[in-house]
Structures are given as C-alpha cells and as structure tokens.
C-alpha cells in the first residue's frame, strides 16, 4: 500500500502544492485522479471561497457555502463535496484508468469516515498509490485511519513528484 501525505504550515500552501504536483504529473504523462482545491480571499481577507477541480480536467465545484456573517459553523457544504466524491469514484472506473490519486485534505468529514476517505481506501485497494493533504487538527485521525501505512512526504514538489514516480513505477 502507498500512501503518503503532506502538511504545510502556510495558509493555502498544501492545496497550492498539490495543484502544482496535479498538473506537473499531466506534463510527464502520469494519470491522475482526485481533487485538488482552490482558495478565493473573500472581501473581508478572514473567511475565503473554497473550489475544488476535479482531476484530471473535471469540472470545478464550490465546496464552501456562506453561513452568514458571524457564523462559526463549519463552511463545508457537504452535498457539494458529495459530488465531487461522486464525480472521482466514477474516474477511478475510467479508461485509460488513473495511476495516482490526489486528495487534496484528509479533514473533518474524512475523520468522521466522510468524503474522501471511502475513496482513498478504494483506490489502495485497487493498487493506485495515493497522495493526500492533511491538516494538524486532522493529522491524529489519518494516522489512524492509515494503520501506520502512510508516509509523511516532504512538503515539496520535486520530493512529491520524485515519490509519485517510484510509487507508480512499482507493481501493485
């Protein structure tokens, strides 16, 4: 099983580095599977617009939803994420299929056994190695979620790139 992921302590970095990781594997030809999210800084600089792509060259989906000013609850609107949960399973069933799966957080829905997380397993299961950005509120949950399988990859793009290769290049 290949499973590594990634943290970052800058805001925005770990979806910056797996979108530049997302599209420098399309250059060398490795096929991938996923999302990968893109934050937009909202008017008052506090709260952002999350969008996720779907890989390779999916749609691109609002993940966030306004609760309201002063609201504290989460942003996340499930059935959004939902969708492009949906919209991965059915890449994963492609043809040519996808030799690497990008997530672009391991976070609280994947913690509580949501999101992502089916599809993860589902990938490993079907050999594809899997790349995945985790938060430090989160890091405890994927830890054990990965059963000590995982590999905490240097938040780097040529490390990654160099880790994809190998993993990809291995037989499942």
């Known amino acids: 099983m290949q499973l590594a992921y990634v943290m970052t302590a800058e805001r925005g970095a770990t979806d910056r580095l797996l979108t530049a990781l997302a599209e420098r594997l399309a250059?060398?030809?490795?096929?991938?599977?996923?999302?990968?999210?893109?934050?937009?800084?909202?008017?008052?600089?506090?709260?952002?617009?999350?969008?996720?792509?779907?890989?390779?060259?999916?749609?691109?989906?609002?993940?966030?939803?306004?609760?309201?000013?002063?609201?504290?609850?989460?942003?996340?609107?499930?059935?959004?994420?939902?969708?492009?949960?949906?919209?991965?399973?059915?890449?994963?069933?492609?043809?040519?299929?996808?030799?690497?799966?990008?997530?672009?957080?391991?976070?609280?829905?994947?913690?509580?056994?949501?999101?992502?997380?089916?599809?993860?397993?589902?990938?490993?299961?079907?050999?594809l190695p899997v790349v995945s950005g985790v938060n430090r509120m989160n890091v405890a949950a994927f830890e054990g979620f990965a059963e000590g399988t995982a590999t905490e990859a240097e938040p780097d793009l040529d490390a990654l790139v160099a880790w994809v290769e190998a993993a990809v290049s291995e037989p499942a």
């Open 27 to 127: 250059e060398k030809g490795i096929r991938t599977a996923g999302i990968v999210q893109t934050n937009t800084e909202c008017y008052d600089n506090k709260l952002c617009d999350m969008d996720v792509r779907v890989l390779p060259e999916g749609e691109t989906i609002r993940i966030s939803q306004s609760l309201g000013e002063g609201a504290r609850g989460c942003r996340l609107n499930p059935d959004a994420l939902e969708r492009a949960v949906g919209l991965v399973t059915a890449a994963l069933d492609s043809t040519p299929a996808p030799q690497v799966l990008i997530v672009n957080k391991f976070g609280k829905h994947e913690a509580d056994g949501r999101g992502m997380r089916p599809i993860i397993g589902e990938a490993l299961a079907m050999g």
